[in-house]
Every structure is written in C-alpha cells, then in structure tokens.
C-alpha cells in the first residue's frame, strides 16, 4: 500500500479545512460563552460561595455608612472598611478574597493584626500597582466585623475603587474565579498566539504574495493588546501573578495606551487616502504619548493611573478619528469601506463603552463581544488572504510552467540557449567558481545522412540523457546550446578530476544502444577552469574550454580514418 501523502491531502482540501476550522472555532466560543454563565456548570457548593457586596466604610472625622460594591469612593488619606462575616461563623477554613488597588492595607480580626499588604521591596513603581490577595480567616473569632484599614499611595487620585469581596473556602474561591474569568482568558490567550502565528502569515505572504496582508498583522496586534489588557483585569491572573503587580500594571496601561495604534493603521489601508495624513498623526502621537507617561511614571514624578484622564481623552479623539475617516470614505471608491463598518464598529463599541462607564461610575466592566469580534475578524481576514494566496499561486504556477516550456529545450528535457545565457550572467553575479566544459556530438551528420535524423535525434536525446543523469547533483549544469553543441558548468575546486569527469561520460555514451553494429556513440569535450574573483569572463573562459574541444574533434578524427564518419 502507498503511503499516504499527508501534505497532498491538505493542499487539495485546503479551502475545505479552513471552513471547518472556522465553525469549530465559532463553536467552541459559543460553548465558552455559554458555560461561563450558566451556573449548571460549575463545582462548587452555591451556599459556601459568597459575594460580600455591602460593606461599612469610615473615612474619618465621622464621614461613614454602609455602601454597596463595587463603588468608587471619595477619599484623601486613609480609610477603613469593615466586613460583617455574622452568617458565616461556625465554618471551617474561612478565607476572604480582596482586591486592593494602588495601596497597602492592614487586615485586622479581634484587634489583631492577621494580613498586611506592603508594597513590594524594590517596587519600581511609585504606588505599588495593585494585586488581588487571599487572606484566611482565624477560627473562633469573637468580632464577627473584620476592619481593612486602607492607605492610598497616590496622592493625586482622590478616589479608591472597592471591590466585591468573596467568602468561601479557598480553593473554591480560586475555582469560582477561574469559572467567571475562563472565557475572557481562554479568548485572550487565543489572541495572544495568534500574534506569532499572524507574524509567521505576514512573514510568507510578504514574500510571496504582494496584496494588502498588512490588515491580519494589524488586526492581531489589535487582538493581542486587548488579550493582554482583558487579561490584567481579570481577578485570576491578579491573585495568580500579584508578586508581578508592577509589570501587570505597566501591560494594563501599555495595551490601553496603545490600543488605538493597529486600529488606526488597520483602518488607514482600508478608507480613503487622503485619511493617511491625519492617521498617521494621530498614531505618532500615541507613541509619544506612551513614551512620555512610562518616563514619567519609572521617575515617580507622575503614574499612569494618575494620568488615566488623559489616555481616555486620548482615546475618545482616536474613536472620532477613525468613525469619521470611515463615514467620509466614499464606497464605491473603496468598496473595502462596506466589509469594515460593522467589525469596526463593534470593536469600537466594545472599548467605548466601558470608557464611557468608567467615566461616570468609576467602574471597570469587561465586554467579551470585543474580544470575540476581534478573533473572528481576524479570521475572516485570514481566509480571504487566503484566498488571494491561492490564487496567486495558481497563476505563479502557470507563469513558472511557460517560462520552463520558455527556457528547456524541446527534444531533449535540457535547459536551451535563452537558459545558458541567463546561467552565465548568474554566474559572473555570483561569481561563482568551477569548471567550463563544451561538449560537441562527433558524428552526428555522418547519422543524419546516412540513418535519416531520427537516428540522429536518438544520438542528442541519448548524450542529453546522460548529462540529466548528472544534473541530480546540485553542483552540476547542463545546456543544449546548438544542434550538437553542449555547455556544461561544474561548480567546485580546481582540485576536481576533470579528466576522469569526462573519460567516464565517454565511456558510458559509448555503451548506448540501438545502433548498427560497430558504431560506438561519442563526443569531443575541452575544458578550462573558472575562478570567480579573477578578471577573465566566463565567456573568455569557454572560448579557450571551446577551443580545447575541438583539438580533441581533430585527434579523434585522426584516430578513426578507417571509419567514414
């Protein structure tokens, strides 16, 4: 049985595994969007897991009161909250999630002193970034209110966000997170990879394709910031990696700074030129815009969270920006317009939203849709890339099968005249060394009269058969350049064997058959060898290797008088 040829198979259902691919991808996001709401899908005991939502919070001089979470509050300095675990007394292994942003905190039950949040030695942040800690809660306590005493470290941000705060068993607080995080994680990493393997797409279709694959590599860049960025507000991956808070902080504020840069780019290839300009603009302001925040941040002069006001002003202008150069393009001019509203849209509604929403309630809200958009985007862009590709090469293909049909010689398979005359001048490029060798049939017009030329076209096809044999080794080229005449080039050192080279080709097309009896097949052959660096040309070159040739035309002559050839 033959084995399979795998490669084969994927190159005639290529189109057939694509469309696959993409209703396994849709539906495998529907299945993460639906289990990361239903509550039939998850492990853990309904009554053990809890949402603390109501707290008690005193700011001092008497400003307090019970506020429901999560809320953003007016502080300027420290602050307690006070957490009422009452119903939860009598269970075992109590543990309490929190989230603390840009601060430290002391966590106190009876009085006593059970978790402090410090911000970390060498912490080359000012404010300590933020992080997601759980804390346990002592058995037997006698208070059942826990005291959070809280101490802003950015003194020019005069409001705190608080958090939920989940109580439970610790594992089950980790699996309840993972639960709610798993398909804005398990969406963001896809987006992340991608990138590599968007790179990779780039990479080849730049080589071999020139059409607009610049839209997949914009588009990935797009769906790897907003991966990263999702990622870092996530309360899984800030509970997970708190120890690395400050480089979560500087990815949050990175990806958010520059998350308008590819969809500029993105949406410059796609609307009307004379948008360039200004899109251009726009995203060399984003760049400096976040050089000069992460300057200003490493020096403690000013941190990106006390600067979020300016990012967002930022990012409304590059919403206007780019809605504005889409409705202002004309359709029938760049048709490409039609394919990008509605994705655009929806990604710009995506991030627009919740910046709207923190503006007014100070309040982070993740919106999966962006996420979900982007990668599906993106595929479509692959497939119709792809497209393009396929199409090229078959055209590629075709073009290379008429240059070959252009450039081999009809009769005998070798590469022809218009061939050889590329190859020298490749040669010269190059300056390539190795041995020059002419080649001339003897006989051949003594075969023709006498046999008629198919005979004689036997004895070309024959002596071009034993110079293709040689052609398997990549050092070795050969051309029909004449009726008879043949040019081989033998890339290699000087110290080659030349003579045992050609005595052997002699031998072996002296033992061709179907001849009459007595005529043994042969050829004249000369030789000179070529050094690239030197100043003679290749073909002053051949010229002496012809000359050769025919010296070794006349000795053979002399040596078979008694034959009439």
């Not at 410090?118 to 346990?136: C, H, L, M, P, W």
């Not at 075969?447 to 052609?471: C, T």
């Not at 060898?529 to 006349?554: F, L, Q, R, W």
Request: with cysteine; proline share 2%.
């Amino acid at each position: 049985m033959d084995k399979p040829n795998i490669k084969a198979f994927f190159v005639k259902n290529e189109l057939r595994i694509i469309i696959i691919s993409v209703v396994v991808f849709i539906a495998f996001y529907g299945l993460i969007f639906v289990m990361s709401r239903d509550e039939n899908y998850h492990i853990l005991e309904k009554d053990y897991i809890s949402y603390i939502d109501e707290v008690n919070v005193y700011t001092g001089e008497n400003k307090g009161g019970d506020i429901k979470l999560p809320k953003t509050i007016d502080v300027d300095g420290e602050f307690d909250i006070y957490l009422n675990i009452e119903d939860y007394l009598g269970k075992d292994n109590l543990s309490i999630y929190a989230w603390f942003p840009y601060c430290t905190a002391k966590i106190y039950v009876d009085d006593k002193v059970i978790f402090e949040l410090k911000k970390q030695e060498n912490s080359i942040v000012r404010s300590g970034a933020y992080t997601g800690v759980i804390f346990d809660v002592p058995d037997n306590i006698k208070n059942p209110k826990i005291k959070i005493r809280v101490k802003p470290t950015l003194d020019r941000v005069k409001s705190h966000k608080i958090e939920k705060f989940i109580i439970g068993r610790k594992s089950d607080i980790i699996v309840n997170m993972l639960r709610k995080d798993f398909s804005t994680i398990v969406i963001s990493i896809f987006l992340i990879i991608n990138l590599i393997f968007s790179i990779s797409v780039n990479i080849r279709i730049r080589e071999f394709l020139k059409v607009d694959h610049y839209s997949v590599f914009y588009l990935s860049i797009l769906g790897f910031q907003l991966g990263f960025y999702f990622l870092t507000q996530t309360p899984t991956v800030t509970y997970f990696l708190g120890r690395y808070n400050d480089f979560l902080y500087f990815v949050e504020y990175a990806m958010l700074m520059s998350v308008f840069i590819p969809a500029l780019m993105y949406t410059k290839h796609k609307v009307d030129v004379k948008f360039s300009g200004i899109l251009n603009f726009i995203a060399i302001i984003r760049v400096l815009n976040i050089i000069i925040q992460t300057v200003l941040t490493l020096f403690w002069i000013i941190e990106f969270k006390e600067l979020i006001y300016i990012t967002h002003f930022t990012m409304y202008i590059d919403i206007v920006v780019i809605f504005f150069s889409i409705v202002f393009t004309d359709s029938k001019k760049y048709p490409a317009k039609k394919t990008l509203l509605i994705p655009i849209a929806t990604i710009l509604a995506s991030i627009l939203v919740p910046l709207i929403y923190y503006t007014i309630f100070k309040i982070h809200i993740i919106i999966n849709l962006g996420l979900i958009t982007v990668s599906g985007l993106i595929v479509l862009e692959i497939v119709e890339i792809y497209k393009k590709y396929v199409d090229y090469r078959k055209h590629r293909l075709e073009k290379e099968f008429y240059k070959k049909i252009a450039m081999t010689d009809s009769l005998t398979g070798l590469r022809n005249r218009k061939s050889y005359e590329e190859f020298v001048l490749s040669i010269e490029t190059n300056r390539l060394s190795g041995w020059i060798v002419s080649l001339d049939i003897n006989n051949l017009k003594y075969i023709n009269d006498k046999f008629g030329h198919i005979m004689g076209d036997k004895l070309i096809v024959d002596f071009a058969n034993l110079l293709n044999s040689r052609n398997l080794n990549i050092n070795f080229n050969s051309f029909r350049i004449g009726g008879d005449e043949f040019f081989v080039f033998i890339k290699g050192k000087k110290g080659f064997d030349i003579n045992a080279f050609i005595n052997q080709l002699k031998s072996d097309y002296s033992n061709a058959s179907g001849y009459e009896e007595g005529f043994k097949p042969s050829f004249s052959a000369g030789y000179h060898y070529y050094n690239g660096y030197d100043s003679e040309s290749v073909m002053d070159i051949y010229n002496i290797a012809d000359k050769h040739m025919y010296k070794d035309k006349i000795l053979f002559k002399e040596q078979n008088k008694k034959y009439i050839y």
